[in-house]
């Protein structure tokens, strides 16, 4: 059973920095990606961030050079670390793991796993 962990949301000003984990357990880390996604209060959960098995990464346009995405295979965990935080950064964030055997996630078919999501609050 596969196991997220998050850690290290909290509140900061507008242009400060904070580091999120996801620490994973139960399953072959990064079998077929992963990413942080983010749901502000009366909005869609949105993609924030992905990385890929193969390493490949992408981001929102609206934090691109501001956020980083990141891995640890061997400690199981994936960061997320942001710098240059707006007021429009504010969101539960998630991590996510698509678990899949290499033909599954070839085939598009993984099992989504989901963090329990961590609140960042950005202060102006």
């Known amino acids: 059973q596969v196991h997220l962990v998050q850690s290290g949301g909290g509140s900061v000003q507008a242009g400060g920095s904070l580091k999120l984990s996801c620490v994973t357990s139960?399953?072959?880390?990064?079998?077929?990606?992963m990413g942080w996604y983010r749901q502000a209060p009366g909005k869609a959960r949105e993609l924030v961030a992905t990385?890929?098995?193969?390493?490949?990464?992408t981001y929102a346009d609206s934090v691109k050079g501001r956020f980083t995405i990141s891995e640890d295979k061997a400690k199981s965990t994936l960061y997320l670390q942001m710098n240059r935080l707006r007021t429009e950064d504010t969101a539960v964030y998630y991590c996510?793991?698509?678990?899949?055997?290499?033909?599954?996630?070839?085939?598009?078919?993984?099992?989504?796993?989901w963090g329990q999501g961590t609140q960042v609050t950005v202060s102006s």
């Open positions: 139960g399953y072959v880390f990064n079998s077929c990606g």
């Open positions: 996510l793991a698509d678990e899949a055997s290499p033909r599954d996630c070839a085939d598009g078919s993984p099992s989504v796993n």
């Open positions: 990385l890929s098995e193969s390493g490949s990464i």
